[in-house]
Structures are given as structure tokens and as C-alpha cells.
């Protein structure tokens, strides 16, 4: 077989031509005159084959060879006898074209908003839907399942040892803003994802995104009242952690767009983004109390939910049309420029051998009128 090849077999359903020519000497020279083929008119030839295209009874499968290459995707050099194993090709063929950065590897409705995730030990991602007050599994294999129908609208998830935290709206961020500000709250799920607890706080007024602290306690980060709260699962409280203008939303944003946002303990360190100042910022710790104030790392725009690589890189969604990366120096570039589709947060692919996959959570643009699917894309770093 040909060096970095890989055998694929394609088989046929039906076979069907269309004649995207009238040149009568090119159809001879095809053997296609005698096909009752007419101009840019779809023909099934699946029963009796048209000149050196079989029938499926005559041939039921392509047996070819599949390289890539810088990008390109290349078949095998046809052969004869290609409708048999043996008749695989020896040599390259023809370059097809590149391969796609992007793929849909999980498809939901419009209207669903899938919001946040965590990656559980096995690695599974456990996302949150935020509209369909649901949580789902999603498996290597591309397999997606419900995990819970909720009694709130859940944003963030994490996976615990005993279950599942989640933040949650009982009345959804589309309602009216001094209902929906009144109804924050934390669920606690047992690992079949049945309810255990329901811990309403009144004080906040937006939960978002959560992350672990040293300590075992949980910080949630609150998108319109400058806090950060913590969660203490000894007893239940969730008490004021820290309180920042840095995390407040930037007044003279006219439109909505929500102050703190997505957060993550790195290194001693807790990284937090808001959406609405478009910075990443740092706060340093010291076990699990905050040592110091938050300060700007890196001004990136309108930025959600993020995620820390091995290497340092920081990869974030925009909840529009691009992801971003940040360097461990704060330069901030475009990682891809379109397809994200309102795109809320983004995790390292368990699946990806290389580790230079990435997957993230998609709402379709819903908020901005779009009338595409939620999807769950992989992200191919090394075909950008």
C-alpha cells in the first residue's frame, strides 16, 4: 500500500450521473453516448451501469487508498478492477482538496443553547442545554445521551466524585430581568443525575461559570454583581469570595453582554474572563483565598468560556464566529475566523491521540437571530 495511506472502502447505495457537458466528442470518448443521458439532468444508472461505471450488482463497493497531505486529500490512481480488494490502487491520484479544520460531530435543534461543560476522568464531556433544562453525555464514539432533565435552566457543570454542581436560572436570562435576576441557584445531582439538593442564592444575581478550589470548594462566577461566590458542600452556604470592578460589565457597553464569566484555577493561579470589558484576567492565590486583586492579562474582546492547553495556550469562544488563542504572554490572535456559531466554550478532545483537537459548544447565533443547529464541533489545529 502507499506510504502514509490508509484503505477506505466506499460503498453505493445508487449510482448516478449528470451530464455537465453537450460536447458530443467528449461523451464519446467517455463511452456515455449510448446512456440516455441529457444536460445537467440526474440519472440512477444503479440497475444497468453506463460505459465503465458497473452496476451495484456488478460492483457494490470502491476499494481505494486514502492519503492526506499538507492539508490535501488524495485518492488512489483509479484502477481497472477497483470493485475487488485486490484492485486497490498502488499509486496517488488526483488532489481533491483540503481538509476541513471543522466538524460537526453532534447535532442538536435550533433553538437549543448549549452552554457549558466539564470532562469527566473516563472522558466523557457533560454539557449543559440551557433552554431544554437538560444535561447530556457526550462519548468518544460521537454518542450523545440525556443525562437529566432539570427543574432550572443549568449554565455551568461540573463533574464531582459524588455527581454533578450545577448553576442555574429557574427563570431563564430571555424573561424579565427582575424575575430572572431573583432566581439563581446551585443544583446538586447524584451521578445518575437525579436531583439531590437545590440551593437557591438570593444574593447573587447571574451565576456562570464555576471551578474548584484547592480546597474543595467551589467558586461561581457572577455575571452582573462583581462577585465571585463560593460554594462550601460541608454546609451548604455559598457566601461572597470576592467582590472587583474588573468583574463588573463595562457601563458603557449598550448592549447586554455578561461581566464575569468563565473561570479556571490554574497553577495557583485563577484566570477569569469577562465578556463585557473583553479582558482575561489573573488573580494569584494563595491556597485558596485570593492574594491580591484581579489585573488584566489580556485584552481579547467579547470572550466566553475558555480552556488552559498543556502547553499554556489559552483557547477561548467568542459566542460569535471565531475562537481565540492567548500565549502565556497575553498575545491574543484568531485560532479560526468563522464557524463557531455563537460558540459558548471549548474543551481539549479526549479522543484526539495528538492532543491537537479541540472540541466546542455551539447555540446556532440564536440570540443574534441565526437559524442554524447547536452543535457540538472538533476543531483540527493542525489542518489551520
Not at 436560572?169 to 439538593?197: C, R, Y
Not at 495556550?313 to 471565531?322: G, M, V, W
Not at 459558548?344 to 443574534?368: K, M, Q, R, Y
Request: glycine share 8%; with cysteine; proline share 6%.
Amino acid at each position: 500500500m502507499l506510504e502514509n495511506a490508509f484503505e477506505g472502502t466506499f460503498s453505493f447505495d445508487q449510482k448516478s450521473l449528470t451530464l455537465q457537458t453537450d460536447d458530443i466528442d467528449a461523451i464519446a470518448s467517455l463511452g456515455f453516448e449510448s446512456c440516455d443521458l441529457s444536460l445537467n439532468k440526474k440519472v440512477d444508472v444503479s440497475a444497468e451501469g453506463c460505459s465503465f461505471i458497473e452496476s451495484i450488482e456488478e460492483c457494490q463497493a470502491d476499494y481505494d487508498v486514502i492519503s492526506i497531505e499538507d492539508r490535501f486529500l488524495y485518492p488512489g490512481k483509479r484502477t481497472d478492477s477497483m470493485c475487488d480488494p485486490s484492485g486497490r490502487p498502488t499509486e496517488r491520484g488526483f488532489q481533491m482538496g483540503a481538509a476541513q479544520p471543522l466538524e460537526v460531530v453532534a447535532e442538536f435543534q435550533n433553538g437549543d443553547f448549549l452552554e457549558n461543560g466539564d470532562i469527566a476522568d473516563d472522558g466523557t464531556l457533560y454539557f449543559t442545554n440551557y433552554f431544554e433544562k437538560a444535561l447530556y453525555a457526550y462519548k468518544a464514539n460521537n454518542e450523545v445521551e440525556e443525562v437529566a432533565q432539570l427543574p432550572a435552566h443549568p449554565v455551568a457543570v461540573l463533574v464531582l466524585p459524588q455527581g454533578f454542581l450545577i448553576s442555574a436560572h429557574n427563570i431563564p436570562f430571555t424573561e424579565s430581568p427582575d424575575e430572572f435576576t431573583a432566581s439563581n441557584q446551585l443544583l446538586q445531582l447524584t451521578t445518575d443525575g437525579s436531583v439531590q439538593e437545590v440551593i437557591t442564592v438570593p444574593d447573587a444575581r447571574f451565576l456562570n461559570g464555576m471551578t474548584q478550589l484547592p480546597d474543595e470548594r467551589y467558586l461561581i462566577a457572577d455575571s452582573i454583581a462583581a462577585t465571585l461566590w463560593v460554594f462550601d458542600p460541608e454546609d451548604g452556604s455559598v457566601s461572597s469570595w470576592l467582590q472587583d470592578e474588573l468583574l463588573a460589565q463595562d457601563p458603557s457597553v449598550e448592549e447586554f453582554r455578561p461581566g464575569a464569566n468563565g473561570i479556571k484555577v490554574v497553577d495557583n493561579t485563577l484566570l477569569i474572563s469577562n465578556s463585557s470589558r473583553g479582558t482575561l484576567m489573573k488573580l494569584p492565590l494563595t491556597g485558596s483565598m485570593p492574594d491580591g486583586v484581579p489585573s488584566v492579562f489580556a485584552d481579547t474582546g467579547p470572550i466566553d468560556d475558555f480552556m488552559v492547553a498543556i502547553d499554556g495556550t489559552i483557547y477561548a469562544t467568542t459566542h460569535a464566529e471565531a475562537v481565540l488563542s492567548i500565549d502565556p504572554n497575553g498575545n491574543v490572535s484568531n485560532v479560526i475566523e468563522s464557524g463557531c456559531d455563537g460558540c459558548t466554550a471549548v474543551f481539549s478532545d479526549p479522543a484526539s491521540p495528538s492532543g491537537d483537537e479541540l472540541l466546542f459548544l455551539t447555540t446556532g447565533n440564536f440570540l443574534e437571530g441565526g437559524q442554524e443547529p447547536a452543535n457540538i464541533v472538533r476543531l483540527y489545529l493542525e489542518r489551520i
